[in-house]
């Protein structure tokens, strides 16, 4: 038993599936599903047990995040884009500009830390990708990719959170030059860039997955999800997603990351764009499709997989959703349902946790594929504007962020 745990340590080590060392966007894998256990069945009337409040962290969309005993979190401050220290008892450790914040429609920061072996990777509103000393939080090195590799943005900016492997830094430009770069995690410096396959940036962020031997980075412009070959840069397929964008609204706007299991792809991107499951050949080297479903067109909000089913919101319009679960294998609707609004969702110790957008509340739900069963509530009142920050889980702890306000809220007994 010893010897297959570490040889099933070491072979997701190897793939950069996971390392004790890293967190980054959504948590495990980028799943939205956290390793936390034996956390709070049920919550007081009032919700969990605030532990901290922390206001003027800049203003932002992304997430916050826990490494080390250490609160990090991102934020636009006038016209720069900052990421911030503080020690779990809400003392700040320090503040560093990493870039220019972006500087129209939306120009919140959305970018949320990778973090490894102490160094904290990300992009900026502009486009600039940056290495930070997660300690001191010296800036380590900043390349402005934008414009050195003549990316694309699509209407609404960058909302990448960059992924990593063991050497590298991933960011998808968009744009006729490349498509996808890779930058040395230790001094900025391009390693590879793909060929371009034309169209700007999407706004997903990417996921590193592994098969036959293959690690790959699936990405995704406002037309193609490209899976890419980490080593060197090289296409292994491509699939067209433009061509599901058949609404109005939100042609080319790719919004969640993939989400990988059992050897499949799961797609979603709102706008009444369908949903989309495609099947990965044995090889790696290309895909099929397999289900479609047009009740499911997540916005914003990520997807969860628990067992066979996916949970999350689907898109109604810009200020309206219904949350759903469907069936990973056939991809039949188990339930649509309102629930105040669409919204994020994350989950940890076999439970959901969905916070609606549009007034703050959180919810503990179930898992059921039969109906959208609220354990308990409660509702966010600090900070301002859209509640677009997912949420996080770390030790125990529920991070929650609205606008320039950030509470920590104890999940334990």
């Not at 919700?47 to 609160?71: D, F, H, R």
């Not at 979190?73 to 720069?80: N, P, Q, S």
Request: proline fraction near 3%.
């Amino acid at each position: 038993m010893r010897i297959l745990i570490i040889l099933l340590l070491t072979f997701l080590i190897s793939g950069n599936v996971f390392t004790q060392d890293l967190v980054e966007w959504r948590g495990f894998n980028r799943t939205g599903s956290y390793p936390d256990q034996n956390l709070l069945k049920t919550w007081p009337e009032k919700g969990p047990q605030l532990l901290l409040e922390l206001t003027a962290v800049g203003n932002g969309y992304s997430s916050p995040i826990v490494y080390k005993n250490t609160l990090y979190v991102t934020g636009r401050k006038d016209t720069l884009d900052v990421v911030s220290a503080y020690e779990m008892n809400g003392n700040k450790k320090w503040e560093t500009s990493y870039g220019r914040a972006w500087a129209r429609t939306y120009p919140e920061t959305r970018c949320t830390p990778t973090i490894e072996n102490n160094r904290i990777y990300l992009v900026s509103g502009m486009g600039q990708v940056g290495c930070v000393d997660a300690v001191s939080g010296k800036l380590i090195w900043t390349v402005d990719a934008n414009i050195d590799y003549k990316g694309e943005s699509h209407k609404w900016g960058i909302a990448e959170s960059v992924a990593i492997s063991d050497k590298a830094v991933f960011y998808v430009t968009g744009g006729e030059e490349t498509s996808v770069i890779a930058l040395d995690k230790t001094n900025g410096k391009l390693i590879w860039k793909t060929k371009s396959l034309g169209g700007t940036r999407a706004y997903a962020s990417s996921v590193i997955i592994e098969k036959a031997g293959l690690r790959l980075l699936l990405a995704q412009t406002a037309k193609d999800l490209i899976a890419v070959n980490i080593e060197n840069g090289k296409v292994i397929w491509t699939f067209n997603l433009i061509q599901y964008h058949i609404g109005k609204s939100g042609t080319g706007a790719n919004t969640n990351t993939p989400l990988y299991y059992n050897n499949e792809i799961f797609i979603t991107s709102g706008y009444d764009h369908p949903s989309i499951m495609l099947s990965l050949a044995t090889d790696g080297r290309s895909v099929s499709l397999k289900w479609t479903n047009e009740d499911f067109d997540n916005h914003i909000g990520g997807v969860v997989q628990v067992g066979d089913c996916i949970f999350g919101s689907n898109w109604v319009g810009n200020s309206g959703g219904n949350w759903m679960c469907v069936d990973w294998n056939s991809g039949k609707t188990m339930y649509e349902t309102k629930w105040f609004n669409k919204g994020s969702i994350i989950s940890a110790d076999g439970l959901l946790y969905c916070y609606e957008e549009k007034t703050g509340n959180l919810a503990m739900v179930k898992p059921n594929p039969e109906k959208f069963e609220v354990i308990n509530s409660f509702k966010i009142d600090k900070g301002e504007g859209p509640h677009w920050s997912h949420p996080t889980i770390y030790d125990g702890k529920l991070l929650v962020r609205h606008g320039e306000s950030l509470m920590v809220y104890n999940l334990k007994n």
